[in-house]
């Protein structure tokens, strides 16, 4: 018996000789009713083969196996599916265009940090991190399959990704096993707390040869991650950290081959995406083989460009980090970095965390977790907490970023129609009307303060009616803009929300 | 006598009747051995002529008249213009390409701030104006020959620009020799106090008339203009605010004859420039009747990218104001405005004032002056002071926008090759290297605290050697970037000056 979203896992004896990674081709055929599910199998050790399979439906499945020999070839087999476990979603996938949801319809929105190499720190501090991670109230992690070298990042793995040659260096033609169960017993456990793995398939930070494996050595490593981990529903495929450092060794078109081989072997089609370095080489998300936008830009007010450029979901994973560590991409205060959350989401992004605070044994959140020292990651909770509040299906901005005055403040509203926000930033009027419901009704109007997590109630007041301005061809104002204004008090960093009760 | 750079003016009596405004042509032509300069005059009232000029070299000139009228025509005079009196350093022009300084050569770096109707307003208002602009420190004033309607700008002002017909209504063929005799002694005025009229010809906020008159009314209008304000030392010209809402009134060719007919009448050839509204209506300042590029615009990171695409120095007159009022461009904080400022400055351009705190009874300095009440004018003083103090020759920005890592913090180096400054804005290293000197040597570093108005010595340390790190073909970091490092204390907003010593 499996419930829902679950893994099915079966294991088969087959050949040890030779070298079964390269070798060996071995699918599974799962079935039920006229439905065909095709799962790529995998060589795990010694004569262990392994199938797996995330259910997406309840009710009985059949399978078969084929293979290039004939041990794996021809098995069957069958499972029984029943309902999700308590907590349990399934895979995360797009909806409404700009957003997410859970297979069972459950809106997602990413809320996510980075812990590049957390998985190849010592095993005490990888459980201070999953501690850490279930405080947070994050609901994704970046992560890499491929241990880090970097400032900051000097330290051994626990253990290679590939094993290691006889006389050193890495066999990038035998995956390693023990590291692999490894990467999938955390991945499991992150899916248990509610936190996808937005899991790093290739990355250039490298000294022991990852980054220049040769292009067979990379479409197998991209076709065996998938026959190992698409079962897990909490799966993201994180192509790239900073493709365009990877050019050398891995052309745009290696790219897009990857992402068909993901298509090809992963059943359960999890997302897909490719994060650039330089913030004018976003890799070209208008492929359709790209579920979402993966970038990472300090300029948060451009989000609604990015949407339109691409028409998909925005993630940006990296609108700088809040820190104090010299590169200037990990420096930003604390209320820098929740401003720039706030202004994300509410031109109908998404954005990521990131620590990096100076420590004098290298201990940093953003590549080894561990335990977290800033002040953003409270707030950023506080925001996904009221998203989550009214279940909203996604913000959408209320005008683009040339619409006046949205290029200036942020603000956007629900597509359910019931929740509009707006954020004022550094902008700190002392009333407000614009965006504002333009027929009297019943709404609940509360006034947020971002950084000290407080919801209050706003007070109404009369809308101002603005003095008639000559605007060429038009004359603007001399009318109310809404049906009625807030008076605000005059300081940074504040929101509204705007719920219409009937 | 007249001093150099000083008025000198003459006056002829000629006809009264009929309109001299529209049918007498009158000019001077002053002569210096065997330079010969034109000088339009202007009838002001009643039989007065007037002739203006202002001298740009010491010695003995004389001069000519002719006219369409035979009264005016063929009179002839001398003059004797003397050093310049003490302060006085004459008419600011475009040096060093993206820079200013007067005419004797002395740097000028515009710091202004904006009270669009303040020669408007009371006359007691107005004397209060000029005392809060002597404290200040600004060397620039945004203000408009016209009076403002506009949202918080409703009272009618002193008196009418053209003459009031009999029975109502005004006059366009009929300018106010009154209301001009004012707005020459406020100029004259801020000329003593070392500010730069940047004199707004024409704008949209109206209700009398002036944005509707015909383009001949315009053509002449421009023309009298620099009959009458050209021999001021302290004139830029201000084609417009927001000339892109008036373009259902004057198209973009008139602006063009506008900045031609400057050309034409303006012997001193003042500074010419149009501001936009709509951000993403720049006027083409790359025409070459354009001295300098005049824009408003939040995103002053972009700062380069406008020296790039016009190639004239940049003032940004608004990149938001410091204040509370509900429109968006009016309401952002001290802090904020401040931070506008030093990222402007830091990245090659120059950044403008306005203050617009919402008054009981609408008096906002950004409008009609008065009083300042806002807390970024004393830290806007605070660096033009620094930059006074080593006399620069003009900043030039480290990097460009997608230059790392100066797209996200800012630093700028003055041509003169002594000083350098870094800015960190929003971030906070503790630590930095990037753009300090590569060579050891004899430097004085000075720790500067932007809000605080702090000048302490910076702590040098080792420079630190990053681990070197992959990115594609090269490998970055594993050595120093700097000669040494300098420690900071991890908060925000603080700027480096490096100053090399011999």
């Known amino acids: 018996m499996t419930h829902l979203y679950d893994i099915f896992e079966a294991r088969f004896k087959g050949p040890a000789s030779g070298n079964p990674y390269l070798d060996v081709t071995f699918h599974a055929h799962f079935s039920q009713g006229n439905r065909k599910v095709r799962v790529t199998g ?75 190499a957390w998985t190849h720190q010592p095993l005490e501090m990888q459980e201070r991190t999953l501690a850490s991670l279930e405080m947070s109230g994050f609901n994704k992690i970046r992560m890499a399959v491929f241990p880090k070298d970097y400032p900051f990042n000097t330290n051994e793995p626990l253990q290679p990704i590939f094993l290691e040659k006889e006389g050193g260096g890495i066999d990038f033609d035998r995956p390693n096993p023990s590291a692999f169960a490894h990467l999938e017993k955390q991945i499991a456990r992150l899916g248990e707390l509610g936190i996808e793995a937005d899991l790093i398939l290739f990355h250039p930070y490298d000294r022991w040869g990852y980054a220049t494996m040769t292009e067979e050595q990379n479409l197998r490593y991209v076709e065996y991650a998938a026959a190992r981990l698409s079962a897990f529903r909490n799966i993201w495929w994180a192509l790239a950290n900073e493709y365009d450092f990877l050019l050398d060794t891995i052309p745009v078109q290696t790219w897009d081959r990857f992402c068909h081989l993901l298509e090809e072997n992963d059943p359960g089609q999890h997302l897909r995406s490719i994060h650039n370095g330089d913030q004018n080489m976003n890799f070209d998300h208008r492929k359709p083989w790209i579920t979402h936008v993966c970038i990472q830009n300090w300029d948060v007010k451009r989000t609604p460009e990015w949407r339109v450029a691409y028409g998909k979901p925005v993630v940006n994973d990296e609108p700088e980090y809040e820190g104090n560590i010299w590169p200037s991409w990990g420096n930003i205060t604390a209320q820098e970095l929740v401003h720039r959350f706030w202004t994300t989401v509410l031109r109908g992004g998404y954005a990521g965390h990131g620590e990096t605070y100076a420590d004098p044994d290298d201990l940093i959140w953003w590549a080894k977790g561990g335990t977290l020292h800033g002040e953003s990651w409270k707030r950023i909770k506080f925001l996904l907490k009221l998203l989550q509040q009214d279940r909203l299906e996604g913000l959408e901005p209320m005008g683009m970023n040339d619409q006046w005055p949205w290029s200036r403040i942020s603000g956007a509203r629900d597509l359910g129609g019931k929740v509009d926000f707006i954020y004022f930033g550094e902008h700190q009027p002392n009333q407000w009307t614009t965006g504002l419901p333009t027929e009297d009704g019943n709404y609940e109007i509360d006034l947020i303060d971002t950084w000290n997590m407080t919801v209050t109630p706003a007070k109404r007041i009369t809308a101002h009616i603005p003095h008639p301005q000559r605007h060429g061809n038009i004359v603007r104002g001399g009318k109310a803009e809404a049906a009625f204004g807030i008076e605000l008090p005059g300081r940074p960093n504040l929101a509204l929300r705007i719920r219409k009760l009937d």
């Open 42 to 116: 995998f060589h795990d050790d010694g004569e262990d083969y392994v199938i797996r399979f995330m259910p997406d439906t309840v009710g009985d499945w059949t399978f078969t196996t084929s293979s290039s020999v004939a041990e794996l070839d021809g098995k069957s087999g069958s499972l029984t599916v029943t309902a999700a476990r308590e907590g349990v979603h399934g895979a995360v996938r797009v909806r409404n265009r700009f957003h997410f949801a859970y297979d069972d319809g459950t809106p997602y929105y990413p809320f996510g940090t980075t812990c590049y």
